[in-house]
């Protein structure tokens, strides 16, 4: 399984960009990195995927280095509606056939303050 | 679309008694799964289905059956609940191999006592 080193937690202000960097040293060469969002009581929400470089989508970035060792999820603009936990899978979907299934490590509790 | 449904939203049970938790998807999606969610933890599979008629484990099986009868219908069953089930259930659905999003449900708040 892919481990993936998310920080515990993250604290901002309404307004402001924050970046959120997670760490997978043992990203195999078909993983993919995807990034979902969790409020309180719901379900995790499919946020933004990338394999390299840069992806951005209408509510996020994902920034990728060229080794895949790491990545940074950038939300510009913060809000307190943003306050969730976020987290940050390596590998493929369970059913594809890889060994490297999508697991969910503890995610980055973010608290947006106003 | 109603998208992902879970019934129950929450249950208390006895140890030794058995239930079946179910998971509703109107997407048409291919592959179903079903995670639990401790406190403070991140989501770990139990089992998933990549096609009606079929099953396969996941990272925390055991003391969980399931069937995938319907294309639509995702089971969880626990045939004798434990305590160290007391923890919330997510049943999640993706379109295909194509397509990595995971659409997931609302969730299901089991209590074993």
């Known amino acids: 399984l892919a481990k993936t080193t998310q920080p515990i937690s993250m604290d901002s202000y309404e307004g402001q960009e924050v970046n959120i960097t997670c760490s997978h040293n043992?990203?195999?060469?078909?993983?993919?990195i995807t990034w979902y969002q969790q409020f309180p009581s719901q379900g995790p929400r499919f946020i933004i995927q990338g394999y390299k470089t840069k992806v951005t989508n209408e509510v996020a970035s994902l920034f990728i280095p060229a080794d895949r060792k790491s990545s940074t999820l950038s939300l510009p603009r913060v809000s307190l509606s943003d306050t969730a936990v976020y987290y940050c899978?390596?590998?493929?979907?369970?059913?594809?056939?890889?060994?490297?299934?999508?697991?969910f490590g503890s995610g980055t509790q973010l608290t947006v303050l106003p | 679309n109603a998208g992902v449904t879970q019934t129950p939203k929450f249950r208390v049970l006895k140890t030794g008694q058995s239930m079946t938790l179910l998971c509703a998807q109107d997407?048409?999606?291919?592959?179903m799964y079903w995670y639990r969610q401790d406190p403070g933890m991140g989501l770990r599979l139990i089992h998933y289905?990549?096609?009606?008629?079929?099953?396969a484990k996941g990272e925390v099986p055991d003391g969980y059956n399931v069937s995938r009868l319907k294309k639509q219908n995702f089971l969880l069953g626990l045939e004798s609940a434990a305590p160290s089930q007391t923890s919330v259930y997510f049943c999640a659905s993706i379109r295909g191999l194509a397509d990595n999003e995971q659409f997931f449900g609302p969730g299901t708040r089991l209590t074993v006592l």
């Open positions: 997407m048409n999606h291919e592959y």
């Open positions: 043992n990203i195999a060469t078909n993983d993919y």
């Open positions: 289905s990549v096609g009606e008629g079929t099953t």
């Open positions: 899978l390596v590998g493929d979907i369970p059913g594809s056939g890889s060994a490297r299934q999508l697991t």
